[in-house]
């Protein structure tokens, strides 16, 4: 008989309940000696049977893998499917053993000075004055069991995690609270005694799960020195026997049939949910019935054969791969080979071992398409792959170009990024850069006084999205003539021209408008006398001093306050005519203007970082931003650390890099009318001012 391990989303609660006072703790806490779950068979609404049986040696392992230790104890269960609320926890499991003659777990709570814990022990001290009238009150334990079934009994061989042991009425596996405890029976279950039955479980924990009898023998022997070992605060006087009734009885089984039912149903959906099998293939499983669970086991092992024949013959596919989308690894169709071949073909290299490298762009046309006139058109009687229609080759040939375009894109340099600071936004919407100040120095507060609030300002500029694209057209006549070459420059060509445009949008910040730059929301352009950032004189070493001293005296927005280092230069930003005297002044030991004719009695350059020349010249690298597309052979700019202020925004919209798409209709469009395969190349981005405080730039007369 195969069993069925339940999933943590699906639980079996067993009920059960009896209690003796002996006292009470004195340290704020209520400690409760408990029978949290009995052997046996579990009863259900109004104390009837059901179907469901409680085996000992479950029980027994449960113990010994201290799997009844530290559980929450709350008053009633959550609902089905629910979360167990905090507001009704009561307290904890704190001790647990096996008591071999009722057959059953037993241990201790401690219910927690919470308005819930004081209420569960008002309650249960309450029961315990007049337990004859008392109602039936106890303890379910809420577990994930292993299980198994024999003719309609589901038979419990197995407890696999415990999540709590609840108060709730009418408990069915005889879960009982048994006695209120005193300080001193609670330091005889806290003593040597239980430290010893502790490592008597300790020994046993790596033991198999039980499946012969000379195992549950060795086990119950475990259990009994463990008992042993404790005073006799579980002894049998102090607890009443258990009435099981382990006959199969239909007429009391039909009274749990509903709930055996949902509960096989849950179980099946979640054979099939955790099989790895492709969605199509779980919903056929789920719609089928199943008498027991060797037949869902069977059903999956007979889709996953089913699944490995098809993938053998190559004829389907389990999952598709739109633009953006999933994709399942691991089972390859020919299509797949065919993608992974035409990636190489246009990297230049050999594909993977096991894939059929092709001869050219021609071959991979005719495999796709069927054309082997060259007309431009789709012909599928020609073909034998599965899944393959008019649109194939074209998405296939844009899947490869967006990896080789991005690829390429990340090998240019993107001299913009250090004085960026870059956004990814989630729609086109225009976008506004918000520079917050004005709150300046903050107030002392006084002891016991009342904070006052503060007053802050902000400052923002805009900036509008652009599309920029295009499309290249692959002809039949360059298919036809095997032009693989000209085929593999296009990623290149389309990278090259993304990084240029990008490029030029980032340096017209600084050139526009005569050298000045997009006018501000203030009215102002962006290099103004006005913002104390715009000047006139050549690169030199005196005049980076200058330009360093003008920025550390920006103000804040509206409060005045200096902003200092925070807006001090970090990057020098030149044409490539002014790179070495840009070097010279951020990686010279010495003042060079001076050295040159004075040696090494020039001054220390203080603007050097670094105490070797190497380590100088490759900080002064890093901070020296050549702008190739500046034409002005004189001018230059300093920027700030974007990262302690903002100057110049990048924002982007699909992706950091540009997008290449295929769209090709045999009988439509430019495949149908130019016999052209089109590949567009789509960019999305806006770029523009964010502050003029952390800009300076000097338009050399």
């Known amino acids: 008989m195969q069993e069925v391990e339940n999933q943590k989303q699906e639980v079996i609660q067993l009920n059960g309940g009896q209690v003796y006072p002996l006292g009470a703790v004195t340290d704020g806490h209520r400690e409760y000696k408990a029978r949290f779950v009995s052997a046996g068979t579990v009863r259900g609404k109004g104390n009837q049977s059901t179907a469901i049986q409680l085996e000992a040696h479950a029980l027994m392992k449960a113990v010994i893998d201290e799997l009844f230790i530290r559980k929450a104890v709350f008053i009633d269960h959550a609902s089905l499917h629910a979360q167990p609320s905090l507001d009704r926890l009561a307290g904890v499991t704190i001790v647990a053993d096996w008591n071999h003659s009722q057959q059953a777990v037993e241990g201790i709570i401690r219910l927690h000075n919470t308005p819930t814990g004081r209420l569960a022990a008002e309650l249960i001290d309450e029961l315990l004055r007049d337990p004859e009238s008392a109602p039936d009150v106890g303890l379910s334990l809420v577990c994930y069991p292993t299980y198994r079934r024999e003719e309609e009994r589901l038979i419990v061989g197995k407890i696999n995690y415990i999540e709590s042991v609840d108060l709730v009425f009418e408990p069915a596996a005889e879960g009982r609270l048994l006695a209120a405890l005193s300080s001193g029976n609670l330091e005889s279950w806290q003593g040597g005694a239980l430290s010893k039955g502790d490592q008597i479980m300790s020994e046993k924990k790596e033991d198999h799960i039980l499946e012969n009898e000379t ?118 169709n020919e299509v797949d080979r065919l993608q992974i071949a035409l990636e190489a073909l246009m990297a230049g290299v050999r594909p993977k071992e096991g894939i059929k490298p092709l001869t050219g762009i021609r071959e991979f046309y005719h495999q796709l398409s069927g054309d082997y006139e060259m007309t431009g058109l789709f012909n599928a009687e020609r073909l034998n792959l599965a899944n393959v229609n008019s649109s194939t080759m074209s998405n296939i040939v844009a899947n490869v170009l967006n990896k080789r375009v991005v690829n390429e894109f990340q090998q240019y340099p993107r001299w913009w990024e250090p004085i960026c600071t870059m956004e990814d936004f989630q729609s086109l919407q225009q976008v506004k850069w918000i520079t917050l100040g004005g709150v300046g120095e903050l ?47 296009a990623p290149k060509a389309l990278a090259q021209a993304a990084w240029l445009t990008l490029s030029k949008s980032v340096s017209a910040i600084f050139t526009d408008n005569s050298g ?40 804040e927005i509206n409060s005045g306050e200096r902003l200092g280092g925070l807006v001090s230069p970090k990057y020098l930003l030149v044409p490539p005519d002014l790179e070495n005297t840009a070097l010279q002044i951020l990686a010279s030991e010495y003042q060079y203007t001076y050295a040159l004719s004075n040696g090494v009695s020039a001054p220390i350059n203080p603007n050097a970082l670094g105490n070797g020349f190497s380590e100088r010249l490759q900080n002064a690298r890093e901070r020296v931003v050549v702008v190739d597309l500046w034409t002005d052979t004189n001018n230059w700019a300093v920027c700030a650390d974007p990262r302690l202020y903002p100057t110049i925004g990048l924002a982007f919209r699909y992706g950091r890099t540009p997008e290449i798409f295929s769209v090709a209709s045999p009988t439509a469009g430019l495949m149908f009318s130019n016999d052209t395969l089109p590949v567009k190349v789509r960019f999305f981005y806006a770029t523009g001012p964010m502050d003029y405080r952390g800009l300076y730039k000097e338009n050399v007369a």
Do not use: C
Request: no cysteine.
């Open 215 to 332: 195992q549950h023998v060795g086990m119950q022997k475990a259990l009994q020195a463990r008992q042993d070992s404790l005073p006799g605060l579980l002894s049998e006087g102090q607890s009443e026997s258990i009435v099981q009734d382990p006959s199969d009885r239909k007429g009391e089984a039909h009274a749990a049939y509903d709930w055996m039912q949902a509960l096989q149903n849950s179980t099946i959906q979640s054979m099939i949910s955790a099989s790895g099998l492709p969605a199509v293939s779980r919903q056929r499983l789920a719609a089928r019935e199943y008498a027991n669970p060797d037949q869902v086991n069977q059903a999956i092992e007979d889709e996953r054969a089913y699944l490995a024949q098809l993938g053998q013959d190559q004829v389907i596919k389990l999952e598709s791969t739109p633009p953006r989308g999933a994709q399942i690894s691991g089972m390859l």
């Open 443 to 489: 107030p002392t507060v006084s002891e016991g006084a009342a904070y006052s609030e503060l007053s802050w300002d902000d400052n923002a500029e805009t900036a509008t999205f652009v599309k920029k694209g295009g499309y290249l057209g692959i002809t039949l006549e360059t298919i036809d003539k095997d032009d693989t070459a000209r085929i593999r420059t």
């Open 516 to 555: 000045v730059g997009p006018t501000m929301a203030d009215g102002d352009a962006l290099f103004h006398s006005n913002h104390s950032n715009l000047g006139t004189t050549a690169l030199a070493l005196a005049e980076w001093e200058v330009v360093k001293l003008a920025m550390r005296k920006q103000t």
